[in-house]
Each structure stands twice: as C-alpha cells, then as structure tokens.
C-alpha cells in the first residue's frame, strides 16, 4: 500500500477525489502540482504540509510563493516543478492527474524514479505507449491504472492474462448518445460537459461528448494489456456499471460493477494489492433491473472511428490525433469552433502532417508539436 504520494493536478477532478482518498486513508501527501488554480493549491498545501508545490505557470507559482512565505515548502514551476514532484525521493507513488500531454516527460521520470504510477493521464499511453512500457519494464516501474475502465480489465484480468480471448471497453455513449451530426451541430461547451454519470473536468467531458475519450482509452489499453486493437471491442453501456470486462478463451466473461465513482478505481491504484474499505455509495441490486448494451454507430461518431483508425495505424498518427484533439478542445471550450469542428481540424491536421515510427521521443514530440502548430495556424 502507498504510503507516500506524488499528485500531479492535484486541483483537477481527479486530483481532488485524490486528495480524499488520501485523506481517508492516512496516505501522506508529499507533493501536488497544479497548472494555474494557486486558491486551492495553497489550501491543499496548507492541510497536507508536502514538501513541494509546483504551479505550470510561471506568474501564478509567483504568486502561490508569495502567500506560502513562512511555510516550509518548495515551490517550483513550468516542467521541472512537474518532474521534481514526479521523482521526490520521499514519494513512493505518482498520481499522474493531468490533463493532456504535458504527462508524458513527468510520467518518464517517475519511472526512470522507479516509482509506482497510478496514472490518469491517457494521452502518456495514446502518445507514447510503446515507448513508455518498454521503459517501465526495464527499469521494473508499476504502473497501475486510475481510468475506471482499465482499473475494471487490471481487476479482471489478474492471473488470468494467458487465458485472455479478448477486451470488452465499455462507454456510456455521453450525454449524446443516438444524435445524429446534425444533431450536434449546435451543441455549447455547457451541453458538451454535462455528463450523465461521471463528473470530470472539462477536456475529458467533451472527449467523452465526442467518444473520442473512447478511442483513447482503447489505444491505452492496448499498450496496457499488451493486446492488438482486434482485440477489443467497444460496447456502449449507458448505466456506466458494468467498468468493463474481459472474455477468456473458453468464452466466459468476468465483469467489474460498481457505482460510477473514481474515488475506487483511485483508491485501487494506491492501496494495490490490497483493499481498503469504501463508504462511499454502493450498488443496489435490486434498482439494476435495466442495463443495456449496444455497438458504437461508427458513422455517428466520426472522433471514435477516427480514434479506430489510428489505433490500427500506430507509430506518430495516435500523438498527431491526440495533440489536435487537444487543441480543438480548447478552441471548442472557448468557443472559437463548433462541436462538429473537432473532427474536421483532428481528421485534417492527420491529413496534412505524415505520421511516422514511434521509436525516439524526439519523434512523438516533434509530431505533437506539428499538429498543435497545425490547428494554430488553420483554427485560430
């Protein structure tokens, strides 16, 4: 069980259920980062006393050091301030809760550290999967996954890996599930992240809007479970209690079901291999009556095919996708584009910018930073 732990984003959604789940349990906070939220960061640091606070911005970890003057805390910022909080020596595991890819260099770190990771953060894996498992095996880093869906096919799958047949990724369908293009073709940022079981920030919201979120995680996955894009299926499941599951080789299915709450899957990662108890909501049996299940309409959801085919390209396509996704998220979010728009720049920036092998980190960065420059130049 963790004892000490790192929380990169600790302000975000999965930061703050962190923070409880750290609070319940007696795990001792050693860092937090945050990217620019210093009101919440300064009242985490003054609960949990870490050793260090990293702000990603410059002018706001200016500010956070001003008000924790007299306290005995570091504070950094930008990417060192990520990295030192991600290889603390005092940590023994990384909560990676970040959004997007400024994940992926503090992720590296943390397992050159030999830490344990519970990550959060899927485009490390969408942008660099190969690279980063391969990583983490030779230096014989955890990692362990904090999405309820890979935290469910983690638990499924223990001591059953050679039986495995294949992946049921399991999706809600988002809070548009059934409309047609021309249905969102006037979705707003408020109607794009409200999501009807999960609460999440902003950015995974409308990934979840657009089920690119799915794509992601089924890229993740494959570099998690070391399985091929054939080997799983998507299946929409509204009621979001079944987290996924996975079929054996003699066909029988193993399923994890609990309420739609990441304080689990979190407290999973951190308290791996052992359970701690939960007061949090539980299920009733006898209200779950109706669960439905249904393919993914392909032609309805351009993001997730879109996601499908990058999957099955690999090399630098999934961290072309990724960073102008990201992009078009955040042009989305500030209303510089419409919500069918996020396709069209993500399919155009795969277009224009060729994908190559995802052999050096140079390569995925290089390609991250083409296609960012790419929505720049075309959206802005």
Same mark, same amino acid.
């Given at each position: ?6 929380? #990169? ?41 870490? +050793? ?6 410059e002018d706001a970890a200016a500010i956070l050091q001003n008000k924790l003057k ?15 909080? %991600? ?9 990676? *809760? ?45 990692? /362990? ?6 935290? %469910? ?26 409309? $047609?293009?021309?249905e969102t073709e006037n979705v707003t940022p408020e109607m794009a992240v409200s ?12 990934? $979840? ?8 995680? #089924? ?20 009621? $979001? ?5 996975? +079929? ?8 994890? /079901? ?48 879109? *996601?499908? +085919? ?8 999934? *961290? ?37 092998? %995802? ?17 720049? +130049?075309?959206?802005?």
């Open positions: 069980m963790t004892k000490n732990v790192s929380i #990169l984003g600790s302000t975000g959604s999965i930061g703050r259920q962190t923070i409880n789940v750290c609070r319940r349990n007696g795990i001792k906070v050693k860092a937090i980062t945050a990217n620019s939220n210093t009101e919440l960061v300064y009242k985490q640091a003054l609960e949990f006393k870490p +050793e260090l606070v990293a702000v990603f911005d007299g306290e005995n805390i570091r504070v950094l910022s930008g990417m060192q301030g990520l990295i030192e909080a %991600a290889t603390l020596q005092s940590t023994d595991c990384v909560v990676t *809760a970040v959004s997007g890819s400024v994940g992926l260099m503090p992720t590296l770190a943390a397992i050159d550290a030999k830490k344990r990771i519970a990550l959060a953060n899927k485009e490390t894996l969408v942008c660099a999967g190969e690279l980063v498992m391969k990583r983490a095996r030779e230096k014989k880093a955890e990692i /362990l996954p904090v999405d309820s869906e890979h935290s %469910a096919i983690f638990q499924c799958m223990h001591g059953r890996e050679n039986e495995l047949s294949r992946i049921l990724l399991t999706a809600s369908g988002g809070p548009f599930l059934g409309k $047609s293009l021309s999501h009807p079981n999960w609460s999440m920030g902003a950015k995974i919201s409308v990934d $979840s809007a657009t089920m690119m979120n799915k794509g992601l995680e #089924l890229i993740e996955a494959m570099h998690l479970f070391s399985c091929n894009c054939e080997d799983i299926e998507i299946i929409i499941h509204p009621q $979001s209690i079944i987290h996924s599951m996975v +079929e054996l080789k003699d066909g029988t299915v193993i399923a994890q /079901l609990a309420a739609p709450d990441m304080e689990i899957p979190i407290q999973y990662a951190l308290t791996y291999p052992e359970r701690a108890s939960i007061c949090n909501e539980k299920l009733d049996f006898s209200k779950l009556s109706d669960l439905q299940f249904m393919l993914p309409d392909l032609e309805k959801l351009p993001c997730l095919r879109l *996601a499908i +085919e990058c999957a099955k390209k690999g090399g630098t396509a999934p *961290a072309i996708m990724s960073a102008a996704n990201e992009m078009a998220v955040a042009l989305f979010l500030n209303r510089k584009i419409k919500f069918n728009e996020i396709y069209k720049a993500v399919s155009e920036a795969l277009s224009h910018i060729p994908a190559t092998n %995802a052999d050096t980190l140079e390569k995925i960065l290089e390609a991250d930073s083409r296609a960012r420059d790419f929505i720049r +130049e075309n959206y802005n």
